[in-house]
C-alpha cells in the first residue's frame, strides 16, 4: 500500500513519515474527513508523540480539552491500558457527534466520555483528581484558565501538554512565558506541528 503524506511536508518530514509505521486506518481516514469538512486536528506527529506519552506512562486518566472530530483522542485511546479512560470536553455537539461515531468504530467508545459544554463552566466542578495528562487544544485566549484550572487535576509527575502554541505567537507569548514559568511545572515547547508545549507538574 503506497504512503499517504500529509500536505505541506518537508524531505525531513517525508523520511521520517515513511520511516514511521502507518497509522491506525481510522486515523488516516479521520485526517481526510477534517480535511475535508475544514475542521483543524493536529498534526500526526502529534498524534505520535501523544501516543507514544500515553504508552510510556501507562496513562489511564486523561482530561482533553477540545475534542472536534475526536482525532488527537483517537490517538490517546488507542494507546491507553484497557482500563483506561478519558474525558474529553467540546460545546459542539456536531462535531462531537462524528468524534463518537469513530470512536464506536474504533472500539473505543465505553472508554470515552465527551462532555458538551464549554470548558470553562465545566472545569471549575469537575471532581477529577490525580490524572496522568491533561491535554489542551481549544480556545486559544482561555489557556491561562485553563491550564490554571487543570494543574490541581493532575498527579505529581503528570503531564499537561499543550497544542498550537507557535501557531500565531503575537497572541500566544504571555502564554508561552506564563507556561514556561510556572511555579508548579518543569515546562519546554517542542516546535512540532504548531508548537507543542509539555510542563510535568513538580509540585
Given amino acids: 500500500m503506497a504512503r499517504q ?13 515513511g520511516a514511521h509505521a502507518a497509522p491506525h486506518p481510522l486515523l488516516l481516514e479521520l485526517e481526510q474527513h477534517g480535511r475535508k469538512d475544514g475542521i ?3 498534526s500526526r506527529a502529534t498524534g505520535r508523540l501523544l501516543s507514544t506519552l500515553v504508552h510510556a506512562m501507562q496513562a ?16 490517546m485511546a488507542l494507546a491507553q491500558p484497557p ?14 457527534d462524528v468524534a463518537l461515531d469513530y470512536f464506536r468504530r474504533a472500539g473505543e467508545d ?4 465527551i462532555m458538551n459544554s464549554p470548558a470553562l463552566e465545566i472545569l471549575p466542578n469537575l471532581p477529577l483528581r490525580n490524572l496522568d495528562i491533561v491535554y489542551i487544544d481549544a ?7 485553563y491550564l490554571d484550572l487543570a494543574i490541581p487535576m493532575l498527579k505529581r509527575s503528570g503531564l499537561v ?11 500566544m507569548r504571555d502564554f508561552n512565558e506564563y507556561f514556561l ?23
Avoid: F, Q
Wanted: hydrophobic share 35%; glycine share 10%; proline share 4%.
Fill in 161 to 171: 501538554i499543550v497544542d498550537d502554541m507557535l501557531g500565531d505567537l503575537d497572541a
Fill in 40 to 42: 483543524p486536528i493536529v
Fill in 110 to 113: 465505553d472508554n470515552i466520555t
Fill in 60 to 75: 489511564n486518566r486523561i482530561l482533553e480539552i477540545g475534542t472536534a472530530y475526536g482525532y488527537s483522542t483517537l490517538w
Fill in 139 to 145: 480556545v486559544k485566549s482561555e489557556y491561562r484558565d
Fill in 5 to 17: 503524506y500529509e500536505p505541506g511536508m518537508d524531505d525531513v518530514e517525508r523520511y521520517l513519515e
Fill in 83 to 96: 482500563v483506561g479512560t478519558i474525558w474529553t470536553i467540546d460545546p459542539d455537539v456536531s462535531r462531537t
Fill in 181 to 203: 514559568n510556572h511555579a508548579d511545572l518543569d515546562a519546554t515547547i517542542l516546535p512540532l506541528g504548531n508548537g507543542t508545549g509539555i510542563g510535568a507538574r513538580v509540585r
